[in-house]
């Protein structure tokens, strides 16, 4: 098993996005990227502590490659939006790739300059791409959020 972590905008829906891939083993709701040691939701939401929301996926590579993950994450978000995606404001939501390691930082890196390349975006792509730090994982009442209140999306 391997591990990816992504940030794009609420976790709630990106964990739902993910954890619907094939091969796909969990996907858990968490904050990276900032500098304080076990944020609460009240923290981060507070922009003071860096972190995104986000969302560590462990996946079978034998059934889904990181390539394919790539692509889940550039099509189910607005990577051209810097810290905003729909009605949520601020730096927890903003797009970012977490990579565990210089391949995926490569996968990344080449999935991010191919889609600036292709012309399918109007304006350039904001998403950071940095080295994953310490994942902590989110409040039991916002893990499969969607799965346990019935819902099925953001509705943006």
């Known amino acids: 098993m391997e591990k990816a972590t992504f940030a794009e905008g609420c976790f709630w829906g990106v964990e739902a996005n993910f954890q619907s891939v094939p091969g796909v083993i969990s996907a858990v709701s968490g904050y990276t990227g900032g500098k304080t040691e076990n944020p609460s939701y009240e923290d981060v939401c507070s922009g003071r502590t860096g972190h995104a929301e986000a969302v560590e996926v462990e996946f079978d590579p034998a059934k ?40 995926q930082e490569a996968a990344a890196r080449a999935s991010k300059e191919a889609l600036e390349k292709s012309g399918k975006l109007k304006r350039s792509i ?8 310490p994942f902590y994982r989110a409040e039991e009442y916002h893990q499969k959020y969607f799965a346990k209140h019935g819902l099925h999306g953001c509705g943006i």
């Not at 810097?82 to 939501?93: E, I, K």
């Not at 904001?126 to 730090?133: D, F, K, L, N, S």
């Open 64 to 103: 889904v490659s990181y390539e394919d993950l790539l692509k889940v994450f550039w099509t189910s978000h607005d990577p051209t939006t810097p810290n905003r995606q729909g009605p949520d404001v601020g730096t927890q939501y903003r797009s970012a790739i977490f990579f565990h390691g210089p391949t």
């Open 126 to 133: 904001v998403t950071e791409i940095v080295a994953v730090g």
